[in-house]
């Protein structure tokens, strides 16, 4: 069974930094994109970085130049250090990672969206 687990979350004043952790854990064959989103009450879940398998970055506007997504295949995670933090960054923050598990009995190989459980981050003196 696939699972991700995020970490790094916290209470931090404006200005400061967090970095957020994403490791996939169990079995599986590859993995391929990755990416975190984030949620503040009352707004959709909106992009905030993802990176492909070649490693390519892309980043949502509001945090260009302040966010950095970096990942390490090694360890099977996914990383946002974020920097010079507003309040508007305040969120629930979830990674996503593209992850093709061994087929199983139904002999069909893909990749698959999965989600970690979701970190907050509030940024607030």
């Known amino acids: 069974q696939v699972r991700l687990v995020e970490s790094g979350g916290g209470l931090v004043q404006p200005g400061g930094s967090l970095r957020l952790s994403c490791a996939a854990s169990?079995?599986?064959?590859?993995?391929?994109?990755m990416a975190w989103y984030r949620q503040a009450p009352g707004k959709e879940r909106e992009l905030v970085a993802q990176?492909?398998?070649?490693?390519?970055?892309n980043y949502g506007d509001s945090v260009k130049g302040r966010f950095t997504i970096s990942r390490d295949d090694a360890k099977n995670t996914v990383y946002l250090q974020m920097n010079s933090l507003k309040p508007e960054d305040t969120a629930v923050y979830y990674c996503?990672?593209?992850?093709?598990?061994?087929?199983?009995?139904?002999?069909?190989?893909?990749?698959?969206?999965?989600w970690g459980q979701g970190t907050q981050v509030t940024v607030s003196s």
């Open positions: 990176i492909t398998g070649g490693g390519s970055t």
């Open positions: 996503k990672q593209e992850i093709m598990p061994y087929p199983g009995t139904t002999g069909v190989w893909k990749f698959y969206d999965y």
């Open positions: 169990g079995t599986f064959f590859n993995r391929n994109a």
